[in-house]
Every structure is written in structure tokens, then in C-alpha cells.
């Protein structure tokens, strides 16, 4: 668990306990099965890499900045997008795609950090991050992000004219509080965050 994001936003993952019958049961199973991978990667001379406090992505993102040559991320996680660069790539093996810095605006329709971007507006269901505004998804934050080019840039007085003329999907964007909830999920999604 990611301490710094708890921190940051304390609902942060909050849809992920298992409450219920069973529910103890099948934490220590996981935790017996992660057990045996960790003795069975020491056998096989696999490098293997924990910190108390951080979560895995974290880790992949920091070792993506720290070692040299290139690394490939096997990940079906959309969040490891965000890591492409010349140097970075992502496998994605149920997409059974990967991503270059070559070909991720033409996959994605966006670069790397416009995609980290993107899903700052519309949050993340599975960590339990909520969007800017509810009726406010990828498609509407992706096109916005594409023209403007930035999260900075749509915040500022001149693009919000622009875009709220374009009807009332588009002012959801500016709806109370949206700015606040944006670079706040920008701070929970980046995962070079915690190695600065």
C-alpha cells in the first residue's frame, strides 16, 4: 500500500478490502502464494525489489529511471503507459501489444504524459479516484487534452472561455472543485511521484 497516497487522499484504494466471510482466508492464501514467488524468483536468480510503504508500480517506475539501457514492462496495468520513452517500453501481454515511444501517439492518440494527463480528468474506478465530474469521461478528456495540450494550458481563463462554449459536457471540466480534483489525481496516478 502507498503510504504517500493514503496521505494524500485517504479514500485511496478504500474499494479494495475484502470484508466478509472467507475474506482471511483468502488474504493469507495470497500472501502464501507471494511467499513461494519470492523464494521461487531467489532460485532462479531473479532480481526482486520491496520497500515498506510503496507500491509496486512505484518501484517499476523508479527502476525505470534508475537503470540504464532499455527496460520492457510486461504489464497489462494501462497506468505503466505513462513510463514509455526512448528508453521504456510496455508489453502488454492480454493486448498482446507493444508500446514504443514510436508508436504510442499512434496507438494512444496521445503522448505519454498527455495520457498520464487524460486520466488525471476521468480518475481511476479501480483505485477508487474519482474524475473531475461525473459525466466527464476519456473521450471529452482526451480530445481536450489532445487540442490543448496539457492539463496547465486547459486550466487557464482563454481555453476555459473556449471550452465551455462547447456545451455542457465540456463546462464539467470547470464544474467546483474539478482543478483541485485534476492535480490531485495527477500527484496519486504520476509514478514518478514518489522517487522525487
Given at each position: 500500500r502507498s503510504e504517500f497516497r493514503k496521505k494524500t487522499y485517504k479514500e485511496y484504494k478504500a474499494n479494495r478490502s475484502h470484508p466478509g466471510k472467507g475474506a482471511d482466508a483468502?488474504?493469507?492464501?495470497?500472501?502464501?502464494?507471494?511467499?513461494?514467488?519470492?523464494?521461487?524468483?531467489?532460485?532462479?536468480n531473479v532480481a526482486q525489489l520491496q520497500w515498506p510503504g510503496t507500491e509496486a508500480d512505484d518501484l517499476i517506475g523508479l527502476a525505470c529511471d534508475t537503470l540504464d539501457g532499455l527496460k520492457i514492462v510486461a504489464s497489462s496495468d494501462m497506468d505503466m503507459l505513462q513510463l514509455v520513452r526512448p528508453d521504456v517500453q510496455v508489453w502488454s501481454p492480454i493486448k498482446t501489444e507493444l508500446y514504443t515511444e514510436r508508436n504510442f501517439v499512434k496507438r494512444i492518440g496521445l503522448n505519454p504524459r498527455q495520457y498520464l494527463e487524460m486520466r488525471a480528468l476521468v480518475g481511476d474506478g479501480s483505485d477508487n479516484i474519482t474524475g473531475v465530474a461525473k459525466g466527464f469521461g476519456e473521450t471529452t478528456a482526451k480530445e481536450l487534452i489532445?487540442?490543448?495540450?496539457?492539463?496547465?494550458?486547459?486550466f487557464t481563463p482563454k481555453v476555459e472561455k473556449h471550452v465551455v462554449r462547447k456545451g455542457n459536457r465540456y463546462a464539467l471540466l470547470y464544474s467546483e472543485g474539478a482543478k483541485d480534483i485534476a492535480y490531485r489525481n495527477l500527484i496519486l496516478m504520476d509514478l514518478g511521484v514518489c522517487g522525487q
Open positions: 483468502e488474504r493469507d492464501n495470497v500472501f502464501t502464494q507471494i511467499a513461494i514467488v519470492k523464494t521461487l524468483l531467489e532460485h532462479l489532445w487540442k490543448y495540450g496539457s492539463l496547465e494550458k486547459l
